[in-house]
């Protein structure tokens, strides 16, 4: 959503201010810090009334969790039995919690590390880039308030999600240690590993072939004293000069070709190389194609009571990028499973500060108040 976006902006525009620029930096760029997997945000109305669950000063309420999860069960709640849903729902609605604790826990965190004038530094990098935000929109205040409105927020929420992401993200980029190395080893095993994934590409052949079957051959294509197999061989060996010599191959297929796709001008869907997606007799198609350049036309291919003709239509025959040329690139994905291994053990540690029965009987109260709900079209 644009906020998300928004947000990362704002906090690195508010790092140097908040914490002085000569002193030391995160030591993440912006676009490292939008990699960061920091936990989902619903920032969301709060209603009264329902169950909640409180850390710190901030409270979440179970109206606020099944708002962001709405989408993806209310559906399920219609169709489910009560005990069915439940156990499907859970392990969202427990994802979805721990999320909005972690979010609440990180902020605490950060607070406790930032400097004393820390609201005043944000509250003027929020005004301008809030200026920003709205000239975004040709500077209609309207407009703009409409956008925030559609994220569920109003101004003051808004200022305050922002003032909350910028802190948090500021913390986590001096609280994660990016300075990590990896030795050519690691490198080139990580590159096996994911490499057929990745750097590989499957070679693949288009081309248009005409089929001619003897015995399905009409009464006036057979002279006198021919087989069916002879007459056949005969009309292949002259279809194919006609087609090198500039004929319309497609054409020759539509009035020539035995085949299933003759009406199509004999022209095949594309075909990956090695997948053995051809089905006997077709499969020497692949296997006289690979042997051609495009634009040629092979000489008649006779298999299993069929005579072929193919014309080569395109040919890449695919292949993987050296380790060399994807060597930064690799470097970089270590790099993230390390920043995602340190964030998700410091995201562990701060949730042991969460009661875990606490948390689950407020997953369930959430799971059966979203089926009394949605089960009735609520």
Not at 37 to 47: F, G, H
Not at 147 to 152: A, E, F, K, N, P
Not at 213 to 223: C, G, N, R, S, T
Request: hydrophobic share 40%.
């Amino acid at each position: 959503m644009c906020f998300r976006i928004f947000g990362v902006i704002l906090c690195a525009a508010a790092l140097c201010g908040m914490y002085g620029c000569g002193k030391k930096q995160g030591r993440f760029s912006e676009e490292q810090m939008r990699s960061i997997p920091l936990a989902n945000r619903y920032d969301l109305p709060t209603a009264s009334g329902a169950m909640t669950m409180s850390l710190y000063t901030e409270t979440i309420t179970s109206d606020e969790i099944l708002q962001a999860v709405e989408e993806p069960l209310r559906p399920a709640a219609a169709r489910m039995e009560r005990q069915a849903f439940v156990r499907q729902a859970l392990p969202l609605l427990r994802q979805t919690i721990r999320s909005k604790a972690a979010d609440i826990l990180l902020y605490e965190q950060a607070r406790k590390q930032a400097p004393s004038n820390i609201d005043d530094v944000l509250d003027k990098a929020i005004d301008q880039e809030i200026n920003r935000f709205v000239a975004s929109y040709g500077n209609n205040y309207a407009l703009a308030e409409a956008s925030i409105r559609r994220m569920g927020m109003d101004w003051r929420t808004f200022r305050d999600y922002q003032k909350k992401l910028i802190l948090t993200h500021s913390y986590l980029s001096k609280k994660l240690n990016d300075d990590v190395r990896f030795t050519h080893r690691r490198m080139l095993e990580h590159y096996e590993a994911v490499k057929a994934e990745q750097f590989c590409r499957s070679g693949t052949l288009e081309f248009h072939a005409i089929d001619i079957v003897p015995e399905q051959l009409a009464a006036d294509q057979i002279d006198d004293g021919q087989t069916a197999d002879e007459a056949a061989r005969e009309l292949a060996k002259a279809l194919t000069a006609r087609a090198r010599a500039g004929e319309d191959f497609a054409e020759l297929a539509r009035t020539y070709s035995h085949g299933p796709l003759a009406k199509a001008g004999g022209r095949w869907l594309p075909v990956t190389i090695g997948a053995d997606a051809l089905p006997a007799p077709y499969d020497v198609l692949e296997k006289t194609a690979l042997t051609m350049e495009p634009g040629d036309v092979s000489a008649p291919v006779v298999n299993d009571g069929h005579i072929f003709i193919v014309r080569l239509d395109r040919k890449e025959l695919g292949g993987c990028k050296p380790f060399t040329e994807v060597q930064p690139l690799i470097e970089q994905q270590l790099k993230f499973q390390h920043r995602q291994q340190q964030y998700d053990t410091y995201i562990n540690e701060l949730m042991k500060q969460v009661d875990r029965v606490e948390l689950e009987q407020f997953a369930v109260f959430c799971a059966e108040t979203a089926y009394d709900r949605w089960s009735r079209g609520e």
